[in-house]
């Protein structure tokens, strides 16, 4: 058998499905955002703008039952850079916050922002104020750097994780989003999409062979049984999926859809858990498959043996990975409940930590169960005699 023909053509197979998903899918995300912004005319528009000039900031106190509230303005020059206002320069107001340093933010001449724009009848621009400055240049420069860190460190195997991360994105964005926001059962929306993703992803990665399918098998299950653990304690725990302001922000949406939040907490456990477990899943299967070429006569139980004791050395690292990256996303709340002097037992009980501590734990028990089921798994694919090794 060809693998190299395999390969060439299970690569090109994985891209144009890909590329179908995608351009069917934009489709329905964008019928559906047209659908929900219908009355988006009748709002006020955001133009791109650049600022001219930019004058002091003026004060102005008013008294109020509680005291004296301080009201800062700033009067912006700007030239709007796109839409059909393009090239006209107009007045626009900053308004800051004295109370709340995230909306207390001076604006300098040369600085890009988004303006919302208030027009008359006859289109003409009556008002405008400042909406937020723009940060996508920026991201987009540090986008452009991370693609090209890659290539060059990487080469070829890079170029592959890029559009591995690609397909992954577009799977996010493009069918999970969209059919959640049709009102579909979390749960069913994306557990195929999580085990479509990853078999994409690793047999695209690492190609098509016995180390991607027994990768596969382990990733898949421990995704999922994070999933399942995750489900378990959201029923056990009495959770609402309402822990965080976004979710509570979400049942205001002009959708006449009620979403299930407790799913919607299982599909982010999901998403979170999938790449540090695909990262423990392939790293197993290519040790094994190493052990397997270079000892042919090796017995199936010494390779599981050896395949528990490279997922032994992995877990630790992995596992603070995972636990880290849940913890620095709490930081800010963690300070403001040790500013309270919060007593450990009640902030644990508040649903907001307490569904950060699920998404944590049941993503590192499906970390550590993805070590014995990709190694049973790798050993029982990979110890055949007629087994045939690729090197890529």
Not at 251 to 273: E, S, V, Y
Not at 350 to 369: D, F, H, T
């Amino acid at each position: 058998m060809n693998f190299v023909r395999i390969r060439g053509f299970t690569f090109v197979f994985l891209m144009v499905l890909c590329f179908v998903f995608f351009f069917l899918n934009s489709a329905v995300f964008a019928e559906e955002v047209g659908e929900i912004m219908q009355e988006e005319d009748k709002l006020p528009k955001q133009v791109r703008a650049v600022v001219l000039n930019a004058y002091q900031v003026e004060n102005e106190e008013k008294e109020y039952s509680g005291g004296i509230l301080e009201i800062k303005t700033q009067m912006l020059e700007v030239k709007i850079l796109k839409g059909p206002h393009k090239g006209k320069i107009i007045k626009a107001q900053n308004s800051l916050n004295s109370f709340n340093d995230a909306y207390n933010i001076t604006i300098s001449r040369g600085q890009e922002v988004f303006v919302y724009i208030n027009e008359a009848e006859d289109g003409s621009i009556e008002s405008a104020y400042v909406a937020e400055i723009v940060r996508d240049k920026y991201i987009l420069y540090l986008l452009m750097a991370f693609i090209l860190s890659m290539l060059v460190v990487g080469r070829m195997k890079g170029f592959k994780a890029l559009i591995s991360l690609a397909i992954t994105c577009i799977a996010v964005i493009y069918i999970m989003l969209p059919l959640l926001l049709k009102g579909y059962n979390p749960i069913i929306v994306s557990v195929p999409v999580c085990v479509g993703v990853i078999v994409i992803t690793l047999l695209l990665v690492s190609g098509f062979n016995k180390k991607s399918f027994a990768a596969i098998i382990g990733t898949a299950g421990g995704v999922i049984i994070a999933g399942v653990i995750a489900l378990l304690m959201g029923y056990f725990t009495n959770m609402t999926g309402l822990g965080s302001e976004e979710a509570q922000m979400l049942q205001f949406t002009p959708l006449d859809i009620k979403f299930n939040f407790k799913g919607l907490l299982f599909a982010g456990i999901l998403i979170g858990a999938m790449g540090a477990i695909m990262d423990v899943g392939i790293s197993i299967a290519s040790s094994l498959t190493e052990i397997a070429a270079a000892k042919e006569d090796i017995s199936t139980k010494d390779l599981i043996k050896s395949g528990m004791n490279v997922g032994r050395d992995i877990l630790g690292s992995m596992s603070n990975t995972l636990i880290l990256a849940y913890t620095s996303a709490s930081i800010p709340l963690l300070l403001l409940a040790m500013a309270y002097k919060v007593s450990f037992i009640e902030m644990v009980n508040w649903e907001v930590v307490a569904s950060e501590i699920v998404r944590a734990l049941s993503s590192s028990i499906g970390l550590v169960i993805t070590v014995p089921l990709t190694a049973v798994a790798a050993a029982t694919l990979l110890n055949k005699k007629n087994a045939e090794f690729d090197e890529d």
